[in-house]
């Protein structure tokens, strides 16, 4: 017996070192556990995404024949509130509470407007589709509030969420932390998405208010337990933050930073770059590849799978000093070489081809994105992390909304001029479309490889591990 346990122990210990890439991410001050927790802001985010942007697209379309054109203003409405995420992680690096809080006032503050948006969202959706009691005009003004209010409660709850894991880990776990947060959010995405897709397949208005107002209840308790004595109490910061800065003078200071402003151009053409194509892949898969219903939703999962992997390569690359921006730019080149998958996928007629594309959008976004906040992280060095990722949040949801809008304009107005034989008679056929997006998008990788180019540098930063322990820290050195 005392032999099986101790082949169990270091079995055990071997999957903490080599296959738990985010075990290294804990510390002694802040274990694993309390990461885990703290991500779970990172769930309530996801299933606020996927709700939104995804469960609520069929149902206000199909089961409540709410017009598409109005949908898409509604799905678009909560990006309004991403160009302040500046301003929030700002506010909380230099909030003044009785208590010595910075972070958890906003956290819980969004937290309450997610949930007052999804308490009132089903009745304003029933209102909007006829179904209800009332004008539709007062469905849509309802409709409109439920979609800000949910759009910025989740994006004060991540921007400060996101500041205090930066706050309460050391700079070399950073990078560990950053790819698991963004797995949390993957999984909350995924989950939540399934989950609505089953709660909602026996579809009625007593069924949408159910589900809807119970992402309300979760999301609460998700943040509250997450929240829970993770930031410290300290009292004496209000005094030495009595005479905080102005928003534009701690913006002008971010700014004259070396490398801002290139990163954050950076940021916005690769993040345009990999969401241009969020809302044809699946089109695409079905119309130029002929693929059916069932093999179209497993794309979503592909995608998700690389997004997975890269998580996992990032966690490992960046604990052995990897670039940040070097990651971000091997993300580019495989989104370079995912497109070119998906584009070359329709000439040869392989769907093998285009599923590995689709495999490599979400790994090549994944590699992206946890680059590109891993260098937020250590954008500002004054104490001001709220600043930076608050400015890195902005970029990013501005961009990926417009691209996403940007992507199905464009792929209507090719298709149409194609239909029409206004391109000649060379492009007339269903894929030049979906072709133009996508071209598009390799276009815009280039030019990010271009903006990220000087931000590369030669000089690494790997972890100590003569003196911290940390290039080793996993399961086994775990405090007990």
């Not at 122990?9 to 927790?37: C, H, K, M, Y």
């Not at 703290?38 to 199909?62: D, E, H, K, P, Y």
């Not at 329709?346 to 090549?364: D, M, V, Y």
Request: hydrophobic share 55%; with cysteine.
């Amino acid at each position: 017996m005392m032999r099986a346990g101790g082949t169990v122990l270091n079995l055990w210990r071997q999957i903490g070192t080599r296959f738990l890439p985010f075990a290294d991410a804990a510390s002694v001050e802040v274990p694993l556990a309390r990461l885990v927790r703290l991500s779970l802001f990172q769930i309530s985010v996801g299933m606020a995404t996927a709700l939104l942007v995804g469960t609520l697209n069929r149902v206000m379309i199909v089961e409540l024949a709410v017009p598409a054109s109005l949908v898409a203003v509604m799905v678009a409405l909560p990006l309004l509130f991403a160009p302040f995420r500046a301003v929030v992680g700002f506010r909380s690096d230099n909030h003044v509470s009785a208590l010595g809080w910075r972070r958890v006032p906003y956290i819980w503050m969004g937290s309450l407007l997610q949930f007052g948006g999804l308490a009132i969202m089903p009745f304003a959706l029933l209102v909007l589709s006829g179904d209800g009691e009332g004008p539709v005009w007062v469905g849509q003004i309802g409709a409109a509030l439920a979609f800000l209010l949910v759009g910025a409660g989740l994006q004060t709850t991540q921007t400060a969420g996101l500041a205090l894991a930066t706050d309460l880990t050391r700079e070399e776990a950073r990078p560990r932390v950053v790819a698991l947060m963004y797995l949390m959010l993957l999984v909350g995405m995924l989950i939540s998405g399934a989950a609505f897709g089953f709660l909602l397949s026996d579809f009625s208005p007593m069924r949408l208010i159910q589900v809807i107002q119970g992402a309300a209840v979760v999301t609460i308790v998700l943040n509250v337990v997450a929240l829970w004595k993770q930031e410290p109490r300290d009292p004496s910061r209000n005094r030495a933050r009595s005479e905080a800065p102005r928003f534009s003078e701690a913006w002008a200071r971010l700014m004259a930073e070396p490398r801002a402003r290139r990163y954050l151009v950076a940021v916005a053409l690769g993040t345009a770059a990999f969401n241009m194509q969020d809302i044809i892949l699946e089109p695409y898969g079905g119309e130029v590849m002929g693929l059916g219903v069932g093999a179209t939703t497993m794309l979503t999962m592909l995608v998700a799978l690389g997004a997975i992997a890269a998580f996992a390569v990032s966690a490992r690359l960046l604990a052995r000093g990897f670039d940040p921006a070097r990651l971000s730019a091997l993300g580019a080149i495989c989104g370079i070489c995912a497109f070119t998958a998906v584009i070359m996928a329709a000439p040869l007629g392989s769907n093998g081809l285009f599923r590995i594309g689709a495999t490599l959008i979400g790994f090549g976004g994944g590699l992206f994105g946890v680059g590109t906040l891993t260098v937020a992280m250590s954008l500002d060095r004054r104490g001001n992390n709220g600043l930076a990722l608050g400015a890195w949040g902005a970029v990013q949801a501005s961009a990926a909304g417009l691209a996403i809008a940007f992507g199905g304009i464009l792929r209507d107005v090719t298709a149409a001029l194609a239909a029409s034989g206004a391109l000649g008679p060379a492009l007339t056929g269903p894929s030049v479309g979906y072709g133009a997006v996508y071209h598009v998008e390799l276009l815009l990788l280039f030019v990010t490889l271009v903006a990220l180019g000087p931000l590369v540098g030669r000089e690494t930063h790997p972890l100590e591990a003569e003196g911290t322990g940390l290039a080793s820290f996993g399961l086994p050195q775990f405090p007990r």
